[in-house]
C-alpha cells in the first residue's frame, strides 16, 4: 500500500457488536499494512485500547469522552496528526477510528471529512452489525437503521452464534437498509482486509457532507451512561457471578479484567446483552492486577451499581473455597 494520502476507515457498530474483535482481526492478518488506530471508549477504564494496544503499529486513544462531539475541539485532528507524524519506512498505510458503541456514524464521518490534518483522506464508513442483538436494539433505537443505510461496507458479526434462517433474516433486513454495500459475514472477527481497504471510494462522501448530523439530544450515548468500577483487591467469585446473573437489565453492556480472589490470572469479562463471557489468561506485563469495569447502559442507577460491586470485594481474611470459581469457569471461553 502506501501513496500520498492516508485513508481514515470509520469503523461503528452498537455497544458490543464485535467492533474490537473486526478491529484485532485485521491488524492481526494485515501484517503488510501498517496500521494506526484511535480508539474512543465511552467511560474512563480504555478497555479497548487494552484490547488492541500490542497489535497495531500505533494507537491512540481517547476515554471518556465522545468523538463524535468533539467537533470543536479539534480532538480528532489532534489525534490524527499524533498518528501520522511518522515519516518514511514508519509511515502508516491507514488509520481505523473505532467509535465507541454509543457514537453516532454520521458525526464521526464527518469529523473526518472536514479535518485539516495533511495528508489524510475519508476512508469510508465500516458498520459492524450485532447478528444476535440487531433486531432487539433496533426496536428500541431505530438511528441503527440509519447506521446500516449510510454504510460503505457492513459486516455481519457473531455468525456463529447463528442457525442459518436467522444469519439469512439479518442479511435480509441489512439488504433492505443498504442495497448496494457489501455485505459480509464475519465470524469472530474473520474477514478479509481488503474489503476495508481496497474497497474503493467511499460513497458516502455526499451523504455525510450534505446530510444534517442529528444533533446531540438525538445521539444514542443520550440514552446512555457508563458506571466506572475499580478494586485492586480480589472480588468474590461468587458473589461476583451472582452480581451478573442479577444485573438490572438496563445494563447492556460491561467490559474490563476481574481479578478474582484464589485466581492468579487475568478474567478479562465481556457482556453484551444477556451473554456473558470471561477470557482468561496472564495480567499484562505492567498492567495492574486490578478489577477495572465499565459498565454502560440506561437508567442506571450508579450508587447502587457502585455498592453492589463493592460487596463483591473480598473481605480480609475471608476464605475462597477451591469450588467458588466454578460459575466463572462456567462462563469462560476455552474451559
Ligand atoms: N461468538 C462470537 N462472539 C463475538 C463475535 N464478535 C464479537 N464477539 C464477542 O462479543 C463481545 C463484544 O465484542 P467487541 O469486539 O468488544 O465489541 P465492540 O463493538 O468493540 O464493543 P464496544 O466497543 O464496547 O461497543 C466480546 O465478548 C467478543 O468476544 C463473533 O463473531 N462471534
Known sequence: MGGVS?????????????????????????????????????????????????????????????????????????????LTARRGPDALDAVVVEASGVAEPAAMVRQVLTSTVPGVRYGGLVVVVDGVEFETVRRRHRQLDDHVAMADVVILSKTDLLEEAAVARVTARCRELNGWAPLVPAANGSLDPRLLFEAGPPRTRQLALGEAVPDEAAHLHSFYDAVEFRSPDPLDPRRFTAFLDARPSGVFRVKGPVRFAGADERYLLQTVGAAVRFTRGPWPRGAPRATELVLVGAGLDAPALLADLRACVQTAGEPVDEWAMMAVLRSTEGV
Do not use: Q
Not at 19 to 24: G, H
Not at 33 to 58: H, K, Y
Open 6 to 82: 492516508i485513508p481514515v476507515v470509520v469503523l461503528a457498530g452498537f455497544l458490543g457488536a464485535g467492533k474490537t474483535t473486526v478491529l484485532n482481526h485485521l491488524l492481526r492478518s494485515a501484517a503488510d499494512v501498517r496500521l494506526g488506530v484511535v480508539v474512543n471508549d465511552f467511560g474512563a477504564v480504555g478497555v479497548d485500547a487494552m484490547l488492541v494496544s500490542g497489535w497495531a503499529d500505533s494507537t491512540v486513544s481517547l476515554e471518556n469522552g465522545c468523538l463524535c462531539c468533539s467537533t470543536e475541539d479539534g480532538t480528532v485532528d489532534e489525534l490524527l496528526t499524533r
